[in-house]
């Protein structure tokens, strides 16, 4: 079992920054590929980003890019999501998962390919 924790959600202005923390256990965390997702009220879950196992492979939404970075350190088993040039539109809960089987040297887009998610962090831009 994986246990997966988010952090660092809160309130900013629109043009503001936020870093989000993902706290994933597992001696294996390495393995994984690790993923963000978001859901504003009345909207499906969507994709934000994701990256690979060693971290060499990044993806973004294209809403996203330019303005968000994912990364992680798998010494300390976290993957961040670093977001600025916040809009309101990015209002939405967001969410941290891993996926224990990632294709190789890549990292999947799809929410079907997460195994363990976590209880997600709500992020609130004003305008």
């Known amino acids: 079992q994986v246990q997966v924790v988010e952090s660092g959600g809160g309130l900013v202005q629109a043009g503001g920054s936020l870093r989000l923390s993902c706290a994933a256990s597992?001696?294996?965390?390495?393995?994984?590929?690790m993923g963000w997702f978001r859901q504003a009220p009345g909207k499906e879950r969507e994709f934000v980003a994701a990256?690979?196992?060693?971290?060499?492979?990044?993806y973004y939404t294209d809403s996203v890019k330019g303005r968000f970075t994912i990364s992680r350190d798998n010494a300390k088993n976290t993957v961040y999501l670093q977001m600025n040039t916040l809009k309101p539109e990015d209002t939405a809960v967001y969410y941290c998962?891993?996926?224990?089987?990632?294709?190789?040297?890549?990292?999947?887009?799809?929410?079907?390919?997460?195994?363990?998610w976590g209880q997600g962090t709500q992020v609130t831009v004003s305008s």
């Open positions: 597992g001696r294996t965390f390495s393995s994984y590929g």
């Open positions: 998962a891993a996926d224990v089987a990632p294709p190789v040297g890549s990292a999947s887009r799809y929410y079907w390919d997460y195994d363990y």
């Open positions: 990256l690979s196992r060693s971290g060499s492979r990044t």
